[in-house]
């Protein structure tokens, strides 16, 4: 397309062409077909703002700003820049699409220390780069694919948007370490802001009753000690006492007990996150397994479809569910019907977030 828009004489940016590139998906005749309508669209000049506007993409500042949030842990920060975002006209499957390129250029820039694409939102690349960790990159990146391919399920685009952020969020390491200092009793955490739980209110209430039993040793001494075997009923309790973090925790988390025996212990894990299953993450979890029981057992992951709630589903329901709380109070609350039956008014329900 450069080539094409310089022997015409035709103004461009670089990056406007890379966002029609995208759009185009691999097919040239389309690329030619967008490029066309952009230069019609943009008078006769193919800039990165009109191409935006165009194909419905969301501004770069707008998408680097979730990652600035991100980068803080700040949840609530995030769903108010997603709730901006909302009132634009745009395509949530091309941001998600875009926020993995830009973790693939953090990536490239931690890696080498170059940005494969220089643009005007290289220099936030690489501040964003010096404070979000190698793993955290590869973990959001893995997240941003699986979410846009949820997106196909999700009942709302907003929502599933908006949940794939919110599952960055969940499985930051800083957030899983936090949630098991705080479940052994003191143990020292770097605070953080985000308000998204990073473990099932069902982790907390398994880990609130070995605390009530007297959590002043750590959750993997205590589990050692006891020979405490792993079953569905304190498998999100064992996963918060495990030292792991990043993309072997969301293996984890996705996981749900099949057996546990002296010398093995076997997970199963559903067909659509089998993707996690890289060696690397299985020899980890494996490793923090052994370590968590202090014995030198084997770990076997199988691929099946085993009908059961994993920690990892157990978080997004209750989301869910605190999500249909905060709907349910809000239409039941005596000011809100008032302005309902006075000004024949609606409930603009995408805009309602639980505390």
């Not at 196909?152 to 949940?163: H, K, L, S, V």
């Not at 002043?216 to 064992?238: F, V």
Request: glycine letters at 6%.
């Amino acid at each position: 397309m450069e080539k094409i828009l310089a022997a015409e004489g035709i103004d461009y940016d670089a990056a406007a062409c890379r966002l029609l590139a995208r759009a185009a998906d691999g097919s040239l005749r389309d690329a030619l077909s967008l490029m066309d309508q952009a230069i019609a669209f943009g008078d006769d000049h193919v800039a990165e703002a009109p191409v935006r506007e165009m194909l419905g993409t969301l501004d770069s500042g707008a998408l680097l700003d979730l990652l600035d949030r991100l980068a803080a842990a700040d949840g609530a920060g995030i769903l108010e820049r997603a709730g901006r975002l909302a009132e634009q006209q745009h395509d949530y499957a091309a941001a998600l699409a875009e926020i993995a390129g830009y973790l693939f250029r953090i990536a490239v820039i931690q890696t080498i220390d170059s940005d494969p694409e220089e643009d005007m939102a290289s220099e936030r690349l690489r501040e964003l780069a010096g404070r979000i960790s190698a793993e955290d990159v590869q973990l959001y990146y893995q997240i941003a694919l699986q979410g846009r391919r949820d997106l196909a399920m999700t009942p709302d685009p907003r929502i599933g948007f908006e949940m794939t952020l919110v599952r960055m969020l969940a499985f930051r390491p800083d957030e899983a370490s936090a949630a098991q200092a705080g479940r052994s009793a003191g143990t020292a955490a770097r605070p953080v802001q985000a308000k998204v739980p990073a473990q099932p209110a069902a982790a907390a209430r398994s880990a609130g009753s070995t605390a009530a039993a007297g959590a002043t040793a750590d959750n993997t001494t205590a589990a050692a000690d006891s020979g405490q075997p792993l079953t569905a009923d304190n498998w999100a309790q064992i996963l918060a006492g495990l030292d792991i973090s990043g993309l072997a925790r969301q293996l984890a988390s996705h996981c749900v007990p099949k057996s546990h025996s002296d010398n093995k212990i076997e997970l199963a894990i559903a067909l659509p996150h089998a993707p996690l299953l890289e060696t690397t993450q299985q020899e980890r979890l494996q490793a923090a397994l052994r370590q968590y029981y202090d014995t030198q057992l084997k770990l076997v992951i199988s691929v099946e479809d085993h009908g059961r709630e994993s920690p990892a589903d157990a978080l997004l329901r209750e989301a869910d569910e605190r999500q249909r709380e905060a709907v349910q109070a809000v239409e039941q609350d005596p000011v809100v019907q008032a302005m309902l039956e006075t000004f024949d008014a609606e409930i603009d329900h995408n805009s309602i977030q639980p505390k």
